[in-house]
């Protein structure tokens, strides 16, 4: 059975940077596109950033040039570097994989409060 736990979230300052990190387990994992989501009180979640098989990165408007998403094939894990984060920023962040089969995997999710 897949897994995927995300880790590395917390309390930051505007302006800060936190990285967040991804381990997954029980399946193919180069095989599989990763993205990130996030979900803040009371809105929907929307997508941050992912990289799909066979290629392609892409992020949200909102985070460009300050977030960045890679993964390592030989660890199975997948990072989202946050640069000069923002209140608006603050959010339940979710990792995701998913594969042209139909599988996927979702974690249970990291925090991520900025906050003055």
């Known amino acids: 059975q897949g897994q995927v736990v995300e880790s590395g979230g917390g309390s930051v300052q505007p302006g800060g940077s936190l990285r967040l990190s991804c381990t997954t387990s029980?399946?193919?994992?180069?095989?599989?596109?990763v993205r990130w989501y996030r979900q803040a009180q009371g809105k929907e979640r929307e997508m941050v950033a992912g990289?799909?098989?066979?290629?392609?990165?892409r992020y949200a408007d909102s985070v460009k040039d300050r977030f960045t998403i890679s993964r390592d094939n030989a660890k199975s894990m997948v990072y989202l570097d946050m640069n000069n984060l923002k209140p608006d920023d603050t959010a339940v962040y979710f990792c995701?994989?998913?594969?042209?089969?139909?599988?996927?995997?979702w974690g249970q999710g990291t925090q991520v409060t900025v906050s003055s």
């Open positions: 995701y994989a998913g594969a042209w089969s139909g599988a996927e995997y």
């Open positions: 029980g399946f193919t994992f180069s095989r599989y596109s």
């Open positions: 990289i799909n098989i066979p290629g392609g990165i």
